[in-house]
């Protein structure tokens, strides 16, 4: 049964997705959903766990063997990534579509389960796939139900985020698209171990390196690196909040994670850092992310906005783990990966549990919150510290696998900007939490109450993680390592 | 201002009557292409396009109401849904039978490919139909919906 | 048995929040838990001493959160020097605190009796941390948790103090504390504490100050200048706030990183032998100086001990720098001493705060007559911060001179000593001398009451003053006699007390401090 | 020569591509917008197309020949790209299907589909 695990992980929320037009009714659709969720989330674990025990799982579609046919292969990378995927996709699906925030009426909700399970079927599927022009179809899955999830939203903002959304990810997907078949005209397979393999004789050419300039591109406006972040900070602002948590803990996560295989798989460190010095590229942009982000998001006056902003500085660690080329500098990357999409979920919950309360995103609005809202104000806070990297939390997992690559490679300088991008998180965090801790409440809080039960406890596992993945670090440093070290082919 | 409008149309006698003789052969083509995709050139999104196209030019020519009296939105809905759920099913049941996802030889050594194929291929025409109809219906209906909402 | 004791200690703060939540409707139980929770604290602690004293070293390790850097706890009896002040203190300020916060009629008192027993539990994580990791956990918990509590106000001054103690206080442990803890688990391969250090061999040349110079200076809460700003800022908090954590818990987390880091993780001989400490000592011995000649020239109370606090502080980091022995020892015995002695200083200000609404020593004329016993109070525990007998204070300061004797280029420090004290007169004794011999200024009730109220907005320091009946004078010994609020009396009294007790007992705390520097326990 | 003459094919897809990369970033219209994408789109199913084709080959079907040896000599073009195109050209209709819904819906919302209008509109219009 396990041998087949990597083709049920994708298929399950595939066939889910159409079962969900069938069955048409809003609340068995949810319950529909959340259950499929959870029992790709059970594969997922099932699998790493596999994986960490026995190594990789390969899985020859149609019977058909690798190179010729479509190969799945899971490797602890995969594993840990798909597990990411469902895991946020199962705290976020009983969430709901939160009645209030959807644009679209009731007896038509199942089609926002529907897109939501494309999308997951989407972002696994890059995940397990060991497929080039796979990825590519898996990166239009997704994209193309995310463009649908965002112009969800409520307000005609979301549709115009939606619509630039749709052409910077168009553009990106053929970028991948025209990078994949310039690789295929070289090698001749689309099987990203064996391309990597028959690349090696002409890594020279200047194919290969228009090859791997359209795939960094095509990926970085995918993953959001600065400064081809421009439509994200509207789609998440825009988006339902819930699925501004979604796709933030996930999308750009797997995006991240496609540009690493691209890095490490197919064209090998020794070509990108060696020959093509990729980090003097990726490194400034990355810093400039951490700074600019971080600096962006102080001056946001929607929360959603703000969290967006730093998004996009948390995405410069990943990248800035990334071009350290260094199993710590990855290890922190990856753990971060996982890290940022708890809190960042999280938070997003958070905002979806005010905002359903004040019908409002201004951060002014929300003075005195701690009052009113207590227990969300506190999730808001744990998540914030977290984003800052307060010790006990994720965030401080992440920062300290980073900081540890830069020393280890005796680049205190590095550290130092790592550490210091960090502090501009207090500036955005504390902010919000000046106001909702120490500002009179204003009328609107005042004649508000707390989110029901059922908005609270997503958040608070979601947030609770953050504290236990904070201080327990076997699920996520040790694999997360071993994920880098496979990358790196090391393992 | 979208969609056709069936009062003009209706006084063009030529171009109802051509289609009402093409249609019946539009689709009968589609379905020529669908079964032949594994020995020539053709398949299910070709056929399924070709298949949509004829009940374009129907609800073109007849109005959207015609069309939707004799293919319903929620049947397209159904079978958008539908094909997906042969292809991945015919999928799950080489997996239960033993085989890979999709691997057709499970099913019957000699012939298994084919019918396999003839399956999938069914499914993604289906679906090819109902999505190509259900676009055509999202944007020809976009008025009568917009009023719907207003309401 | 130890190990048990120690967890009962790390556990009790933090387990009485939830039931002091579920008691947030009933404020006189939920108050009596964190009193039951305070001493059966202070209970468990001081139950750890005669095993600590005689040579034992409880360990207890929660689980690896990186390799080789588990979240664990190791009792040492610098550690637990700390974990005495910390936990014996709360029993006292808790007390206090009620007085002062329902007199004040405060609003949010759960959150606040929250905050410190969290801040409680950080500090007595940091007292018993085994290794720098946990240290710094702890470091950052007790930062976050006193913030809610420095704001508590939640006026534009709190607001404006809460960024500055936030923004010092993370800036430095961020990005240089964090810094200096990464960077020598890059150069060691472990964080752990351990007799003799764990750098030795591994750093030479300039490094070794650098490296110093991190944790010293990320060690914000020791106030060292230039990053200092954050203390008197916070003195807007509430003064039973400004009490125990900014004469205990939160400044005194500081210095004894810096001590701990000194002693365990560098070694006394390292730094001995490469002068590593030389620029650092040269920096406390400045703050010592100069916040001594500021705190000279204030008038607001509160202020003026809180840069006496500041100097105070920096005794501690220039004994740790010295690098001797004895230093060390003294510098170790001065957390108590200056404990002790500064929290009855605070709670002294506050209490004519909020009985007769002077918050300036230009106020304070012929108010010892009429209190006494809260000025007899006062004058000990000054006596013991200046370093005269009968105050603890005179022993610890003793050792920290001595140690400064041990080579030539230290001598300039004894006279930084002696000098800081005699400035320490120049600051606390015009206190007493005004309370207790200057006359009493004619004009007083309404039209004082206002100055006060007025004066304050320029020293960030508002407090609400509402003339409650239960806080008018109660010791009506004679017609001029009239104390402050018993539950603020008995504290101050206690403490001061505490003063001479620790005076008393000063040979037998050198005696147990000894073995951190490598003596015979 | 034969080189530069071979690659000509190349040569147009890097224009289109241009054109429609051009279109993208130049026009205000979005439903200009759409029709760049689609042209850049195309341009790069041109180049899988033109992958595939080998010189003077036909359409990869084996002849059936009855169990005897399949003929070697005949010349086939990789079916491969084609067929990949085929999913391409599938997304690229999703994509201006989606992409035209969302037109018609802002149209709907702000009465136009200028680009520079709707940023005009909105920064009036606050949230």
């Known amino acids: 049964m396990n041998a087949h695990l990597p083709a049920i992980q994708v298929v399950l929320p595939l066939l889910a997705a159409p079962v969900c037009v069938l069955l048409q009714n809003r609340k068995v659709v949810g319950v529909w959903a959340t259950l499929v969720a959870w029992a790709s989330f059970a594969i997922a674990i099932t699998m790493l766990v596999h994986t960490m025990e026995h190594g990789t799982i390969s899985y020859a579609l149609g019977g058909w063997e690798s190179p010729l046919g479509i190969e799945l292969r899971v490797d602890v990378a995969n594993a840990f990534l798909a597990t990411i995927v469902t895991g946020i996709a199962s705290m976020v699906l009983p969430y709901g579509p939160g009645s209030a925030t959807l644009a679209i009426p009731e007896d038509k909700q199942y089609l926002f389960y529907t897109a939501f399970l494309l999308c997951m079927t989407g972002l696994l599927g890059m995940s397990v796939t060991g497929d080039a022009f796979n990825v590519f179809v898996f990166v239009e899955i997704t994209s193309l139900s995310s463009y649908t999830l965002i112009a969800l939203g409520k307000g005609r903002r979301a549709l115009t985020a939606a619509f630039s959304y749709l052409v910077m990810g168009t553009i990106g997907g053929t970028f991948i698209l025209l990078a994949i078949g310039l690789c295929y005209q070289m090698t001749g397979t689309l099987n990203m171990a064996d391309m990597a393999l028959r690349l090696q004789p002409v890594m020279g050419t200047r194919t290969v390196l228009v090859a791997f300039g359209f795939f960094v591109v095509g990926a970085s406006i995918k993953l959001a690196v600065f400064p081809l972040h421009q439509w994200m900070p509207n789609a998440y602002t825009h988006a339902p909040s819930v699925v501004s948590a979604f796709l933030s803990a996930t999308a750009t996560k797997v995006s991240y994670f496609v540009l690493v295989r691209v890095v490490f798989t197919i064209f090998g460190a020794a070509y990108v850092f060696g020959t093509v010095h990729f980090e003097w590229l990726l490194m400034p942009l990355s810093i400039a992310a951490m700074f600019v982000g971080s600096i962006a998001a102080m001056y946001q006056t929607h929360i959603k906005r703000l969290l967006a902003y730093s998004s996009m500085a948390q995405i410069g660690y990943m990248t800035l783990g990334l071009s350290m080329n260094s199993v710590e500098g990855l290890t922190g990357g990856l753990v971060h990966l996982f890290n940022h999409g708890l809190m960042k979920g999280g938070l997003f919950l958070v905002v979806a549990n005010i905002t359903f309360r004040l019908n409002s995103s201004k951060i002014e609005d929300m003075a005195g919150l701690a009052r009113k809202m207590p227990w969300t104000s506190l999730a808001f806070a744990i998540g914030g510290l977290s984003l800052i990297g307060v010790p006990g939390t994720a965030g401080f997992i992440s920062k300290w696998y980073l900081v540890q690559g830069a020393l280890v490679k005796g680049q205190v300088w590095l550290a130092l900007l790592i550490l210091m991008s960090s502090l501009l998180a207090v500036g955005y965090v504390w902010k919000v939490i000046e106001v909702m801790l120490l500002k009179p409440p204003t009328d609107r809080v005042e004649n508000t109450k707390p989110a029901p039960l059922s908005m609270i406890w997503p958040v608070w596992v979601m947030i609770g993680s953050t504290v236990v993945f904070g201080l327990w670090t076997t699920w996520t440093g040790t694999v997360a390592e071993v994920a880098a070290e496979t990358l790196m082919g090391l393992r | 201002m979208s969609g056709p409008n069936p009062m003009r149309m209706r006084e063009m006698v030529v171009v109802r009557e051509i289609s009402r003789l093409l249609i019946p052969f539009i689709l009968l083509f589609a379905l020529y292409v669908q079964f032949h995709g594994d020995f020539g050139p053709g398949g299910g999104f070709q056929a399924g396009v070709i298949f949509a196209a004829g009940l374009v030019l129907y609800g073109l020519v007849y109005g959207l109401d015609a069309l939707q009296r004799a293919v319903p939105p929620r049947l397209i809905e159904v079978l958008a849904a539908g094909g997906v759920l042969i292809y991945g099913g015919v999928g799950v049941a080489s997996m239960v039978m033993g085989g890979q996802f999709l691997e057709y030889k499970i099913f019957d050594p000699h012939h298994g490919e084919h019918y396999g194929l003839l399956l999938i291929e069914a499914g993604v025409g289906i679906t090819v139909t109902a999505a190509m109809t259900a676009i055509f219906y999202a944007f020809a209906g976009r008025d009568r919906a917009r009023d719907e909402e207003a309401r | 048995m130890t190990a048990t004791l120690m967890m009962a200690a790390f556990f009790i703060p933090i387990g009485v929040v939830p039931l002091m939540w579920a008691a947030r409707k009933v404020p006189d139980l939920r108050d009596g838990l964190m009193v039951v929770a305070g001493l059966l604290t202070f209970a468990c602690v001081v139950g750890m001493v005669p095993a600590v004293a005689a040579g034992a070293r409880p360990e207890v390790v929660f689980f690896h959160v990186f390799d080789g850097v588990p979240l664990a706890f190791k009792l040492e009896p610098l550690g637990l020097v700390y974990a005495l002040v910390a936990s014996g203190l709360w029993v006292p300020t808790s007390l206090y605190a009620f007085g002062y916060m329902r007199g004040h009629g405060e609003t949010n008192q759960t959150r606040f009796f929250i905050c410190f027993a969290l801040a409680i539990f950080a500090a007595l994580g940091i007292a018993m941390s085994a290794n720098l990791f946990t240290l710094f956990t702890f470091y950052e918990v007790l930062t976050f948790s006193t913030y809610p509590l420095v704001t508590h106000a939640g006026n534009e001054d709190a607001k404006r103090a809460g960024r500055i103690y936030l923004g010092i206080l993370v800036t430095t442990s961020v990005t240089m504390l964090l810094l200096a803890v990464m960077w020598t688990f890059v150069i060691a391969g472990t964080l752990d504490f351990t007799v003799g250090g764990i750098l030795a061999g591994k750093v030479d040349g300039p490094v070794i100050p650098i490296l110093l110079g991190l944790f010293a200076f990320g060690a914000g809460k020791a106030a060292l200048m230039p990053f200092h700003r954050w203390l008197p800022n916070a003195m807007v908090a509430p003064t039973p706030v400004s009490a125990l954590l900014h004469a205990v818990a939160v400044v005194k987390a500081g210095v004894f990183t810096i001590l701990k880091v000194v002693i365990y993780i560098f070694g006394l001989d390292l730094l001995y032998t490469t002068g590593g400490s030389d620029i650092l000592k040269w920096v406390a011995a400045g703050t010592i100086l100069i916040s001594s000649i500021v705190a000279l020239r204030l008038d607001n109370f509160k202020a003026r001990l809180a840069y006496s606090t500041i100097s105070q502080l920096a005794y501690i980091v220039l004994g740790a720098m010295l690098v001797t022995p004895d230093a060390v020892v003294g510098a170790s015995m001065h957390i108590a001493m200056h404990a002790m002695g500064k929290i009855t200083l605070f709670f002294v200000a506050g209490a004519c705060l909020v009985s007769v609404h002077k918050s300036k020593v230009s106020e304070l004329n012929g108010l010892g007559r009429k209190m006494p016993v809260m000025f007899g109070a006062f004058t000990v525990a000054a006596f013991s911060i200046i370093g005269l007998p009968p105050g603890g204070g005179s022993w610890s300061k003793w050792f920290m001179a001595l140690g400064s004797t041990t080579q030539p280029s230290d001598y300039p420090f004894v006279f930084v000593y002696m000098l800081s004290s005699l400035l320490a007169i120049g600051y606390l004794m015009p206190i007493v001398a005004r309370a207790f011999f200057l006359p009493e200024k004619v004009d007083h009730g309404h039209d004082a009451h206002h100055d006060a109220h007025h004066d304050e907005g320029h020293h960030a320091e508002v407090e609400p003053s509402i003339e409650d009946p239960s806080l008018v004078p109660i010791l009506p010994i004679g017609e001029s006699i009239r104390e402050t609020h018993l539950l603020m009396l008995g504290p101050i009294v206690l403490t001061a007390a505490g003063c001479v007790a620790l005076f008393l007992l000063a040979p037998q705390l050198e005696a147990f401090l000894r073995p951190i520097v490598g003596g015979a326990p | ?127």
Request: net charge negative.
């Open chain 4, 1 to 127: 020569m034969n080189a530069v003459a071979g690659l000509w094919v190349y040569a147009v897809v890097i224009v289109l591509m241009m054109i429609g990369l051009y279109t993208v970033i130049s026009r205000d219209n979005l439903v200009k917008k759409i029709m760049g994408l689609n042209i850049f789109q195309v341009s790069v199913i041109m180049f899988y197309v033109a992958l595939g084709k080998v010189d003077g080959g036909t359409a990869p079907i084996f002849k059936a020949t009855h169990g005897e040896h399949l003929d070697t000599e005949v010349v086939f073009s990789n079916p491969l790209p084609h067929v990949l195109m085929l999913t391409a050209i599938v997304v690229g209709i999703a994509t201006t299907a989606l992409g035209l819904a969302l037109v018609v819906r802002i149209q709907e919302a702000y009465g136009t589909v200028e680009e520079d209008e709707l940023v005009r509109i909105d920064q009036e219009g606050g949230a």
